[in-house]
C-alpha cells in the first residue's frame, strides 16, 4: 500500500549552492493522522463478523447494490443484450443472495436494470422474487431466467445440503495452488492439500466469514459475508503488489526551455499506467529515493526525478511486460521549489501552474521483465499547445465544496496509458495537453479525473471517475461518496466504516509496520470485527485503507467463485477511497 511521497525539494542544495533546490520530507499523516495504540488480545469470535453486519438474515448486501445503482433503465426501447450475476452459485438450503441485473441498449449504454422479470425452472429447489431475490430451498440443481424486452440471461444454481464450503486457495501470481494455507471459519482451521482445496464446515446458510493466509510472503484474506459455498481465493504475493521492473534512461534537454535567473529546470519521468486507468494513483508517480551527493551535501531524491545540470537520468517503477514510458520538465522558480511541497499533490500543482513553460516527451515498444531495468531515454520536446475541454463531475458526500480536482489527459496504447495533459479546476476546465495525434501508436484518449478532501495534496480521501474523450466536452460518471472510517479500536479489533451505498465491491486493506497485509473483501458498509487468524499480523499499528468501487459486471459471490478480487479484471467505472494512517 502506498502513500504520499515527498516531492525532491533538495532544499539543502538550495541552501548550499545557486542553483539547486530542496525539502521537506511527507510525514504520511494528511489531514487525518491517526496513531493506533493500545494493545489487541485475541478475544471475539471471527464468526461475529457476519452477525455484525447483516445478521443471520441471509439477505446479502449484493441485494442492495443490484437495485439501488444507476437509474431504472425498465422503460428504454431497443435494448440490445441483458445479463445477470452470479451466472452460477452453489449454496445451502436457506440461502438468500440477489440477482445482479446489467442491461446494454442499442446506443451502447450500459447500466443497472430493474425492469426485468425473474422465474425459476424448479421452485423446489430454489425460488426467486420479483425483484430477483433467490431463495435456496432444497437440494438439487435449477435454472433462474432472467427476462425483458424479449431478451433472457440465465443463472445457475446448485443446492448442497452438506454444511460446507469448498474453498480452494492460489497463488495470484502464478496461479498454482497453495498447499497448508490456513482457512478459519468460526474459529476452526483447516488445512489446504496439495490442490489448494480445504473443506470447511459451515454453521449456518446465511452470511458467513472465511479467512485465509499462508505466511508474510502472502496477504491474509477475509471473504466477508459470503452465501456462496464454492469459492476460488487468488492470494496476492506481497513482493508483487509493487511494480517489479524499472525504466531508466538518461534525459536530453534540448527541446525543454532554458532556466532563467532564479529558475531550475527539473521534470517527472514515469511508466505507462497499465490495467484499469480507475485504479490509478497519482500518489504512485513519485518513485523510491535515490541520494544525491551534492556538494557535499546528501539529499534523498525520488528516482524518477530529473534535474538539468545535476540529475540527467530518471529510473521509474514498471509492472513486468510491455511499456511505454513519458516525461515532462520545464523551468520552475528555485523560490517555488523551496517554498516546500508535501507530496505529489503539490508537485502536480506547481507543473500545472508552469505547464506553459513545459514539454513532454514519451515513447513505447519497451518490454521489462521483474527484476531487471530496461533502458528507456527520454525527450521532452514537445509543448502543451492544445486542450481539452472537460466538464468535471459534481463533488460528493464527504467533500466540504470548495476542493479543485487534478485532472490528466491520458492516450491509451497498446503499451498502457501515457500521460498527454495536466490541468486543476472544478466546473467546466479546459486541460492543457499535448496536440491529439502527436503520440505515435496512440489507440484513443480518456479523461481522469481527481478530487481530495481538503484540496490537491491534504492527504485526504480522494474520489476518482474516468471518462473517454471522444471530442467535444467530456463528462464524467458520477463521483462516489468518500468511504468514512468511523471507528478502529485496537484493544477490541473493532472496525467500523460505511461507503456510497451504490458501490459494489469493496476492499479493505490494512498494513502494519512490518509490512504485512491483509485484506478484508465485501461489498458494501461493515461494522464487526477484524479476524484474528492471521497472528503476524501487528493491528495496534496499522493503516487502514477503504477503497469502494462501481462495477457493473458481476457481484461478490460472482468474482469469490470465480477467484477474482482484484479489482484490475473487474471493469472499474469510478473508485472512492480513503485511508486512516498509524
Keep these: 500500500m502506498s502513500s504520499l511521497r515527498p516531492l525532491p525539494l533538495l532544499a539543502l542544495v538550495l541552501l548550499g549552492c545557486p542553483q539547486g533546490p530542496a525539502g521537506t520530507k511527507d510525514d504520511d499523516t494528511g489531514s487525518g493522522g491517526y496513531r493506533e495504540t493500545g494493545d489487541a488480545p485475541d478475544s471475539g469470535d471471527s464468526a461475529d463478523t457476519a452477525e455484525d453486519t447483516n445478521g443471520e438474515t441471509g439477505q446479502d448486501t449484493s441485494a442492495d447494490t443490484g437495485e439501488d445503482t444507476g437509474e431504472d433503465t425498465g422503460e428504454v426501447e431497443g435494448l440490445a443484450e441483458l445479463a445477470a450475476w452470479p451466472t452460477r452459485m452453489v449454496v445451502n438450503p436457506g440461502a438468500t443472495y440477489a440477482i445482479r441485473v446489467v442491461a446494454e441498449q442499442s446506443t451502447g449504454e450500459r447500466d443497472v436494470y430493474t425492469g426485468a422479470t425473474f422465474s425459476s425452472d424448479d421452485t423446489a429447489i430454489a425460488t426467486v422474487d420479483a425483484s430477483g431475490v433467490v431463495t435456496a430451498v432444497a437440494e438439487g440443481s435449477t435454472t433462474l431466467s432472467v427476462a425483458a424486452e424479449g431478451l433472457e440471461s440465465a443463472v445457475q444454481i446448485e443446492v448442497r445440503a452438506a454444511m460446507e464450503a469448498r474453498i480452494t486457495i492460489l497463488n495470484a501470481t502464478t496461479g498454482l495452488p497453495i498447499e497448508k494455507a490456513s482457512v478459519w471459519n468460526a474459529d476452526v482451521e483447516y488445512r489446504t492439500d496439495a490442490s489448494g482445496l480445504a473443506v470447511v464446515a459451515v454453521t449456518t446458510?446465511?452470511?458467513?466469514?472465511?479467512?485465509?493466509?499462508?505466511?508474510?510472503?502472502?496477504?491474509?484474506?477475509?471473504?466477508?459475508?459470503?452465501?456462496?459455498?464454492?469459492?476460488?481465493?487468488?492470494?496476492?504475493?506481497?513482493?508483487?503488489?509493487?511494480?517489479?521492473?524499472?525504466?531508466?534512461?538518461?534525459?536530453?534537454?534540448?527541446?525543454?526551455?532554458?532556466?532563467?535567473?532564479?529558475?531550475?529546470?527539473?521534470?517527472?519521468?514515469?511508466?505507462?499506467?497499465?490495467?484499469?486507468?480507475?485504479?490509478?494513483?497519482?500518489?504512485?508517480?513519485?518513485?523510491p529515493d535515490r541520494t544525491l551527493n551534492y556538494y557535499g551535501v546528501e539529499v534523498d531524491v525520488p528516482s524518477n526525478i530529473f534535474v538539468e545540470g545535476y540529475l540527467e537520468d530518471y529510473q521509474a517503477g514498471a509492472w513486468p511486460g510491455t511499456a511505454g514510458v513519458w516525461g515532462l520538465g520545464g523551468p520552475v522558480a528555485i523560490s517555488d521549489l523551496s517554498a516546500g511541497l508535501n507530496g505529489t499533490g503539490d508537485a502536480m500543482a506547481l507543473i500545472i501552474d508552469n505547464i506553459d513553460r513545459m514539454t513532454w516527451g514519451g515513447s513505447l515498444g519497451y518490454t521489462t521483465t521483474s527484476g531487471s531495468t530496461t533502458e528507456a531515454p527520454l525527450a521532452p520536446a514537445t509543448a502543451f499547445s492544445s486542450t481539452a475541454n472537460v466538464a468535471l463531475p459534481s463533488l460528493s458526500a464527504g467533500f466540504d465544496g470548495t476542493e479543485e480536482q487534478l485532472v490528466c489527459t491520458f492516450d491509451e496504447t497498446a503499451?498502457?496509458?501515457?500521460?498527454?495533459?495536466?490541468?486543476?479546476?472544478?466546473?467546466?476546465?479546459?486541460?492543457?495537453?499535448?496536440?491529439?495525434?502527436?503520440?505515435?501508436?496512440?489507440?484513443?484518449?480518456?479523461?481522469?479525473?481527481?478530487?481530495?478532501?481538503?484540496?490537491l495534496g491534504s492527504g485526504g480521501g480522494t474520489a476518482i471517475s474516468v471518462a473517454d474523450d471522444d471530442g467535444g466536452t467530456v463528462t464524467f460518471p458520477d463521483f462516489q461518496d468518500i468511504p468514512t472510517i468511523v471507528a478502529w479500536t485496537p484493544s477490541s479489533r473493532e472496525l467500523q466504516f460505511t461507503v456510497d451505498p451504490d458501490a459494489t465491491f469493496v476492499r479493505v486493506t490494512m498494513e502494519d509496520d512490518e509490512g504485512v497485509i491483509h485484506y478484508l473483501y465485501i461489498d458494501g458498509s461493515y461494522t464487526g470485527l477484524v479476524d484474528k487468524h492471521n497472528w503476524e499480523f501487528e493491528r495496534n499499528n496499522a493503516d487502514v485503507f477503504v477503497e469502494s468501487y462501481t462495477i457493473l459486471d458481476g457481484n461478490l459471490e460472482e468474482w469469490i467463485g470465480q477467484g477474482t478480487l482484484d479489482p484490475e479484471g473487474l471493469g472499474v467505472t469510478t473508485v472512492s477511497r480513503n485511508r486512516l494512517v498509524k
Design 415 to 455: 503499451d498502457g496509458y501515457l500521460l498527454t495533459g495536466l490541468g486543476l479546476g472544478a466546473g467546466v476546465v479546459d486541460v492543457d495537453r499535448i496536440p491529439a495525434g502527436t503520440l505515435g501508436g496512440s489507440t484513443g484518449a480518456a479523461v481522469w479525473t481527481m478530487a481530495q478532501v481538503g484540496g
Design 205 to 287: 446458510a446465511g452470511p458467513t466469514t472465511f479467512t485465509t493466509w499462508k505466511d508474510i510472503d502472502t496477504a491474509a484474506i477475509s471473504l466477508v459475508d459470503t452465501v456462496n459455498r464454492e469459492i476460488t481465493i487468488a492470494v496476492p504475493v506481497v513482493a508483487d503488489l509493487t511494480p517489479t521492473a524499472q525504466l531508466h534512461g538518461s534525459v536530453d534537454f534540448a527541446g525543454v526551455e532554458d532556466a532563467g535567473f532564479g529558475e531550475e529546470v527539473f521534470g517527472l519521468a514515469a511508466a505507462s499506467v497499465q490495467g484499469d486507468l480507475p485504479l490509478f494513483e497519482i500518489d504512485d508517480l513519485l518513485g
